[in-house]
């Protein structure tokens, strides 16, 4: 961690508030099981397993090592260290101490599936069509296990149907168009799943961890993180991938060591995490994976809800390049695991604190509340920049969108369009505009 004696940004309340619950088991479901998948998919002929290994996306999973179990402790790990923030296209969790992110970079890092946007109009609701699902399957009611049924009793090509059932099986989900399906953002919609996943759980746990957490989407991107961003774990826990190519993403690149278990204990793993503060907060590509990236993703990522707080992390991280160490929240989390105290005083020779001392004892109650004082008006100067720089960058989105609408009308006085078209473009500027100050002023 840097030595430098700047000052912290504010830290985050957590979902799971009370750091005891760091010991706590728990099962994540999913029905995320690559190895069963893909040796489902060998009785394919060859000319039909390089529809997979050359598309574009999906080829990174085929290659990437295999194993029967998944194996999310680590996960688990970070899922108690959920902080919470108002924004829902990014989640922070807190290790000791350190903020590690999980935004649409770091999803396309690791899977190096396609993140752009969606297609202008696109309704996930309305997207495909069920016409291939009814001629095969009879209904458009389909579970995972009608469609390994099906697949595993065609014994043949079956004019190209045989594929299209590999493909519903390797998805999980019903599409009729092989050629929608290769060019779809399917890291878009991977990442958007596992976010509303996390909050959705977070929420329902209301503050206890229950037994279990259900998350039905690639959940590949989850296991990997925490092994990424915390080297001590990823030393313990994986090995290089001999033969994996540079512009692989990180799923790929490295895989975890065989083991007896099936997983890894969260003892075993609280105890491998100790006292450690080299944890990485933003994955950052490695010069051979820019080009991957810049393929993948757009430059800037999707506008979120405001939050000047996490939106100070972002910019100390990533324009910065400055570290982020929350003393308190490290104190507790240490604690919680046997590895030192929490952040309260140690009550030493209990027989001379119980001699009346009342002038000592006063000057001890004014130093703390000359303390608290002083950190308060931190906290508060604190809060002020972060909200000052949340208003700049609102004001900076109105100015794009100023651009924009000039842009068009401009556009549209060159074609020559009729006067009343251009008064509907500026009515709905005005109406996002009143529509935008009026959120701003309630945020």
Avoid at 31 to 53: G, N, V
Avoid at 273 to 288: A, F, M, R
Avoid at 423 to 430: D, L
């Amino acid at each position: 961690m840097d030595t430098e004696e700047d000052t912290q940004p504010v830290e985050p309340k957590l979902y799971f508030s009370d750091p005891s619950v760091y010991g706590n088991h728990g099962k994540i479901s999913s029905r995320c099981q690559i190895a069963s998948t893909l040796d489902m998919l060998q009785k394919l002929e060859p000319s039909e397993k390089e529809w997979f290994k050359k598309h574009k996306q999906f080829r990174h999973v085929w290659h990437m090592a295999r194993h029967e179990n998944n194996k999310v402790m680590a996960m688990w790990m970070l899922l108690l260290r959920t902080a919470r923030i108002e924004k829902r296209k990014v989640c922070w969790f807190v290790v000791n101490g350190v903020p590690i992110r999980y935004s649409m970079r770091e999803h396309a890092l690791i899977t190096g599936f396609d993140c752009h946007d969606y297609e202008l109009g696109f309704n996930e609701k309305e997207y495909g069509n069920f016409d291939f699902v009814k001629r095969v399957f009879g209904s458009k009611n389909v579970t995972v296990k009608d469609v390994e049924e099906k697949l595993d009793s065609m014994k043949d090509k079956c004019n190209g149907d045989r594929l299209q059932v590999a493909v519903l099986l390797f998805l999980a989900k019903i599409v009729g168009d092989l050629k929608a399906v290769e060019t779809f953002p399917w890291g878009r919609m991977t990442f958007e799943d596992n976010i509303k996943t996390i909050y959705q759980e977070m929420e329902h746990c209301k503050g206890k961890v229950l037994d279990q957490m259900l998350f039905p989407g690639f959940i590949i991107p989850l296991e990997v993180l925490a092994f990424e961003c915390i080297p001590q774990l990823s030393r313990e826990y994986q090995e290089v991938v001999i033969g994996a190519r540079d512009g692989c993403p990180l799923m790929c690149k490295k895989k975890l060591k065989d083991s007896l278990m099936k997983g890894y204990p969260l003892e075993e793993i609280n105890e491998k995490l100790g006292t450690n503060k080299d944890i990485i907060s933003i994955l950052e590509p490695l010069e051979e994976q820019q080009d991957l990236l810049h393929r993948i993703m757009e430059q800037h990522e999707d506008d979120d809800f405001m939050d000047p707080i996490a939106d100070e992390w972002n910019k100390r991280l990533d324009v910065e390049k400055k570290e982020i160490w929350w003393e308190n929240l490290y104190k507790l989390d240490i604690a919680s695991r046997g590895f030192g105290e929490a952040n309260v005083p140690q009550v030493k020779h209990l027989e001379e604190q119980q001699q009346e001392n009342v002038s000592a004892a006063e000057h001890m109650e004014e130093h703390q509340q000359q303390r608290n004082l002083t950190s308060l008006k931190e906290l508060e100067e604190r809060l002020m920049k972060a909200m000052e720089n949340g208003f700049i960058e609102v004001n900076q989105k109105i100015d794009k969108k100023i651009d924009e609408f000039d842009r068009r009308l401009k556009n549209i006085e060159s074609l020559g369009m009729n006067f009343q078209y251009r008064e509907n473009i500026g009515n709905a500027f005005s109406a996002w505009r009143d529509a935008e100050a009026g959120r701003t002023e309630g945020e």
